[in-house]
């Protein structure tokens, strides 16, 4: 990490501690709020109440660099910011605490824009992630227009609606009551006569952001670490783009690959949801048509089904199914060989008994023809 602090004593008396704010804010980068807020607490416990940062950053992380000017605004210490070279995007936020005071050296340069971030996946989350974009982005104007003492909405109008970087010279930040002074250097001398237009001071700021994703502003022990590679296989630039390159070409593959099996799934649940359902159908239909169940109740033994298949078909199949009004009321045909036999006929045979339960119409008209009446049991 490039931020570093050091205590120095005061020409007046008592200690402060100065810190050196260089480089990109976030988890692990060169101002870490992790570790920053650690080393500010333990110095406070030990008395330490005036504290000076030095700033040259492009800015980083919105969530670590909330934390720590909240962690700035709520506890008892005396905080100045010092501009040295930039204080841009994040950096030019933690800067706008109304109760700290912002000195800035004459060439030094603040800029503000838009919040930005990216995201990967469903439209769902896409959205979300730009409404969790919103929020973060009111709360930074919500600083920003309590430090220049405007409406908030006025500021958003002035710097984050079109979406572009809007730079300020020291002396222009002063101005609109972001810094309270200007630091004069020892050597005051004229601006360099290359220096012709704001566009110059842009392209020469622009080129510094780009230059902090250059692999030698970075820890290679951990690009190698997150890279699962030996610190020595990317000691130059050409090799860690190129490894770099085979992770985000192999995340690619994974994610067609990945796209493709869920193409396949899903035709193959269709499938299944299809056989599922003819299966079902095929169960209602079988026991409709043995009369087990009526038509009016095809809705509720198809949700029973589709949701338990075994427990409906045990169901059905227990159910006895209803003989048409017309086949009960057909004579049972009687066996050629039977046709001619009397009521004694079927007594000798020991048939009486199956012949009165399967065919009673012709038992009673024997009974009838034997005892000159009908027989009372039918």
Same mark, same amino acid.
């Given at each position: 990490?490039?931020?570093?602090?050091?205590?120095?004593?005061?020409?007046?008396?008592?200690?402060?501690?100065?810190?050196?704010?260089?480089?990109?804010?976030?988890?692990?980068?060169?101002?870490?709020?992790?570790?920053?807020?650690?080393?500010?607490?333990?110095?406070?416990?030990?008395?330490?109440?005036?504290?000076?940062?030095?700033?040259?950053?492009?800015?980083?992380?919105?969530?670590?660099?909330?934390?720590?000017?909240?962690?700035?605004?709520?506890?008892?210490?005396?905080?100045?910011?010092? &501009? %040295?070279?930039?204080?841009? #995007?994040?950096?030019? +936020?933690?800067?706008?605490?109304? /109760?700290?005071? =912002?000195?800035?050296? @004459?060439?030094?340069?603040?800029?503000?824009?838009?919040?930005?971030?990216?995201?990967?996946?469903?439209?769902?989350?896409?959205?979300?992630?730009?409404?969790? &974009? %919103?929020?973060?982005?009111? #709360?930074?104007?919500? +600083?920003?227009?309590?430090?220049? /003492?405007?409406? =908030?909405?006025?500021? @958003?109008?002035?710097?984050?609606?079109?979406?572009?970087?809007?730079?300020?010279?020291?002396?222009?930040?002063?101005?609109?009551?972001?810094?309270?002074?200007? &630091?004069?250097?020892?050597?005051?001398?004229?601006?360099?006569?290359?220096?012709?237009?704001?566009?110059?001071?842009?392209?020469?700021?622009?080129?510094?952001?780009?230059?902090?994703?250059?692999?030698?502003?970075?820890?290679?022990?951990?690009?190698?670490?997150?890279?699962?590679?030996?610190?020595?296989?990317?000691?130059?630039?050409?090799?860690?783009?190129?490894?770099?390159?085979?992770?985000?070409?192999?995340?690619?593959?994974?994610?067609?690959?990945?796209?493709?099996?869920?193409?396949?799934?899903?035709?193959?649940?269709?499938?299944?949801?299809?056989?599922?359902?003819?299966?079902?159908?095929?169960?209602?239909?079988?026991?409709?048509?043995?009369?087990?169940?009526?038509?009016?109740?095809?809705?509720?033994?198809?949700?029973?089904?589709?949701?338990?298949?075994?427990?409906?078909?045990?169901?059905?199949?227990?159910?006895?199914?209803?003989?048409?009004?017309?086949?009960?009321?057909?004579?049972?045909?009687?066996?050629?060989?039977?046709?001619?036999?009397?009521?004694?006929?079927?007594?000798?045979?020991?048939?009486?008994?199956?012949?009165?339960?399967?065919?009673?119409?012709?038992?009673?008209?024997?009974?009838?023809?034997?005892?000159?009446?009908?027989?009372?049991?039918?």
């Amino acid at each position: 990490m490039k931020t570093n602090f050091r205590i120095v004593n005061r020409d007046q008396g008592g200690k402060v501690a100065e810190v050196y704010m260089y480089g990109v804010i976030g988890a692990g980068l060169d101002i870490d709020t992790n570790v920053i807020v650690a080393q500010v607490e333990q110095m406070r416990r030990q008395g330490i109440r005036d504290f000076k940062f030095f700033v040259n950053s492009e800015g980083g992380e919105v969530v670590q660099g909330c934390a720590l000017f909240n962690y700035l605004d709520r506890t008892d210490i005396d905080v100045e910011w010092v &501009i %040295d070279g930039l204080a841009a #995007s994040m950096m030019a +936020m933690l800067i706008t605490n109304p /109760n700290h005071k =912002v000195s800035a050296a @004459r060439y030094a340069k603040l800029m503000y824009h838009r919040v930005q971030g990216s995201v990967y996946g469903n439209s769902a989350e896409v959205r979300s992630m730009a409404e969790m &974009i %919103d929020k973060f982005e009111t #709360s930074l104007i919500e +600083m920003m227009a309590r430090r220049m /003492n405007e409406p =908030v909405e006025e500021v @958003r109008k002035e710097f984050f609606t079109d979406g572009l970087d809007h730079w300020m010279t020291a002396e222009e930040a002063k101005k609109r009551g972001l810094v309270d002074s200007i &630091i004069e250097g020892r050597n005051i001398a004229e601006p360099a006569a290359d220096i012709k237009s704001a566009k110059t001071v842009f392209d020469f700021f622009n080129k510094q952001l780009l230059n902090i994703i250059k692999p030698n502003n970075m820890d290679r022990a951990k690009f190698a670490n997150l890279l699962n590679k030996q610190e020595k296989d990317i000691e130059t630039d050409e090799a860690l783009e190129s490894a770099v390159k085979a992770v985000v070409d192999e995340n690619v593959t994974l994610r067609d690959e990945l796209k493709a099996e869920r193409t396949k799934s899903a035709g193959l649940e269709q499938q299944v949801k299809t056989m599922n359902e003819a299966k079902v159908k095929q169960l209602v239909d079988s026991a409709i048509a043995a009369k087990k169940i009526g038509e009016d109740e095809r809705e509720t033994y198809t949700k029973l089904a589709t949701n338990d298949f075994e427990m409906a078909e045990k169901i059905i199949g227990k159910l006895q199914g209803v003989t048409p009004v017309t086949d009960q009321l057909k004579t049972p045909v009687v066996n050629e060989a039977e046709k001619d036999w009397t009521f004694d006929d079927y007594h000798k045979k020991g048939k009486l008994e199956n012949l009165m339960k399967e065919n009673p119409q012709r038992y009673s008209e024997l009974f009838e023809a034997k005892y000159g009446h009908k027989p009372n049991n039918i």
